[in-house]
């Protein structure tokens, strides 16, 4: 974004996500996905630059703090500088980005989003993984990297909240991001006990937040979000029919 303004940092990200399942039964199916990667500090910014997009209030596309983190912390970014406190962040030295999709026409669904906290240099220090399940229940993983540095991220942390009913509560999730640059792969491995049983793949790539991107991404894919929620009945009825037991829902305490 030019025009005598500095480049946003924000952006949108287009690519596909695969799921593949290993256990009872191989599955494996691949959709385009699009997202906005927007940096918390700059949605004044973003909101003046994208006539069709606004941050909690109507418009063609919307993002609220309702649908993300801590409904009543005070908004996004108060929310996510509370978390960076408790693992030893001065969130002022931090870039937060949160990858998700936007509400389009009132409606959103995010089965995870990302808040992605990279330092001064670059380098990602600290993801969330916000995982939303369809009986409208919410959880927050935060991954710490294994080890400093590195090419790509890698952190774990055990199951919490029940999202499938084809994989038990007592589950570990693994997650690895490599980001190029122009490119960003997040990878969610989930396994119960030393057993795989499903990889989740985003491959994207960055493109410039500018409204005839936008425009393009709306008119080629302008029900994404309402997709991806069609998209888990379906699947889910298909592993149903082949057989893959079901475990019934049970809400986390």
Known sequence: MTNGRRRLRSHFLVGTIRHRRSRVTTYDFTHHVWY???????????????????????????????????????????????RLLTHGFDPADLHVTLVAYPRLLGYVFNPVSFYLCHDAAGV?????????????????YEFVPRTEGGQVFRGTQHKQMYVSPFIAADAQYELLVQDDGERLAITIRESEGNEPVLVAQLEMQRVPLTNRNLMRLIAGD???????????????????WRGVPWQRYRRTL
């Open 36 to 82: 906005l990667a927007l940096d918390l500090d700059e949605q004044t910014e973003v909101d003046r630059a994208l006539p069709l997009l606004s941050f909690n209030r109507r418009n063609l596309l919307e993002v609220r703090d309702a649908d993300h983190l801590d409904a009543d912390s005070g908004g996004l970014r108060t929310g996510i500088s509370s």
């Open 124 to 140: 990602l220090c600290l993801v969330l993984a916000e995982v939303h399940n369809t009986h409208g229940d919410r959880q927050v």
């Open 222 to 240: 302008p029900l994404v979000a309402l997709k991806t929620s069609a998209l888990i009945f379906w699947h889910a009825i298909r592993l149903w």
